[in-house]
């Protein structure tokens, strides 16, 4: 078996995650003994080299988080555009890793082939691509809750006591006190639209575990007495302004809730040492001892969780889903502070890590002196390191197993 893993363009990649990915697959695949290879869309052999490997029966491509839109363009005379999936002859699989209605998801998956076999890092994701891709109804999906590590190296372990940072807080931050979110959704007006998009904010704002898409459709229902189907097909050109805004409204609460969070945290770091993934933003309450470090690519990010004692992972909006952030700050036994997320609720013990729910009156200083960190930093750590999804070797045998199902 041979194995073909796909590297996006690097404006795609800003911070190295997908071509260390594919370097890793690779890696274990050909120490498993298959012919593996990374594609990087950058080089100019790419495009022969794809479809040299979908042409091959005994190859699983993995497009990971691009290119399962990809069409061939006939001449003009015949004028004539075909998927290139209709004529592979090799297994293929794509992740979907973020929000399907996202800006730069849409057209991927208003184009994607059903013979795509796709993973899912939330089980919400088929409903929101069927939707966009009506074709995709016989698609087959596989939920894969947690995200593979960067990697665990015994060369970057660092002894808890001995770390240079109490937390680290390796998350985008953008300022949203500066920005309205009518504003940014345009002229929607005041109608039933309107009234859908704010109810599903207020809602998904306040519970994490709801998902922006089911929200509007139920919103709507309510105050149309019609579904997203009938909207479909009464008004398709509506569906692209629902799509925009949704993924407005899902970015806007996914930023509020990172800045509510690190502001409340902020409050009074205490005698701890703080670093934070990113450029200082002018509406954080900031105390002096708080570092910004600015954009880390991958290997750099890994490392910075190995040197701090606990980790804050402020969850997105993909409630059933395990972010790296969790899985490398565990696998380094780096305490997990998180944010309301009922995977790692549903998958860990309280005892693994702590909870921290957005409007909660504890500070860093008051979360560290309430809580054996290190304590809790060795229990997750040992189990994280015994568990085959957080490691490399167990996400490898996932994907066959997938591909091969």
């Known amino acids: 078996m041979k194995i073909a893993v796909c590297v996006p363009p690097p404006v795609a990649d800003a911070y190295g995650h997908l071509t260390r990915y594919a370097e ?13 290879e990374v594609l990087h869309y950058a080089d100019e052999t790419f495009f022969a080299r794809l479809f040299a490997n979908l042409m091959d029966e005994d190859c699983l491509v993995h497009f990971h988080s691009f290119l399962y839109d990809l069409k061939i363009h006939t001449s ?111 002229g929607i007006g005041d109608g039933w639209f309107s009234r859908s998009l704010m109810a599903t904010y207020e809602t998904v704002r306040d519970d994490l575990s709801q998902n922006p898409f089911h929200v509007f459709s139920h919103t709507m229902q309510g105050e149309t007495g019609a579904g997203l189907a009938e909207l479909q097909s009464k008004q398709p050109k509506a569906v692209p302004v629902l799509l925009r805004s949704l993924s407005i409204v899902d970015g806007y609460v996914r930023h509020e809730r990172r800045m509510n969070i690190v502001n409340a945290l902020l409050r009074d770091v205490g005698d701890l040492k703080v670093a934070v993934l990113g450029k200082r933003i002018a509406g954080l309450a900031i105390d002096a001892k ?84 290190r304590a809790i930093a060795m229990r997750s750590g040992h189990k994280a390191r015994a568990n085959p999804e957080f490691s490399w070797q167990g996400h490898f045998d996932s994907v066959l197993q997938i591909a091969r199902a």
């Open 24 to 36: 890793k697959i690779a890696e274990i695949g050909a120490e498993r003994g298959m012919d593996a």
């Open 76 to 186: 003009p005379a015949v004028r004539k555009v075909r998927h290139a999936l209709e004529f592979a002859r090799a297994r293929t699989i794509a992740t979907v890793s973020d929000h399907p209605f996202s800006d730069f998801m849409q057209e991927m998956v208003g184009n994607a082939h059903p013979k795509t076999k796709f993973i899912v890092i939330d089980d919400t994701f088929p409903d929101e691509m069927r939707f966009i891709n009506p074709a995709l109804a016989e698609a087959e999906f596989i939920h894969q809750p947690f995200v593979a590590p960067v990697s665990f190296e015994d060369h970057r372990y660092i002894d808890f006591d001995r770390r240079d940072y109490d937390l680290v807080l390796p998350l985008l931050l953008i300022d949203t006190s500066r920005l309205n979110l009518k504003t940014l959704l345009g």
């Open 290 to 373: 708080v570092e910004f470090l600015g954009t880390q690519r991958a290997p750099e990010t890994a490392a910075l969780m190995a040197n701090s004692r606990a980790v804050l992972n402020c969850s997105p909006s993909y409630p059933s889903n395990v972010h790296e952030r969790v899985t490398v700050g565990m696998l380094y036994d780096s305490c997990v502070i998180t944010d309301t997320n009922p995977c790692i609720a549903e998958n860990f013990s309280e005892e693994d890590y702590v909870p921290y729910a957005p409007g909660a009156a504890m500070t860093i200083a008051e979360i560290f002196a309430g809580n054996d960190m």
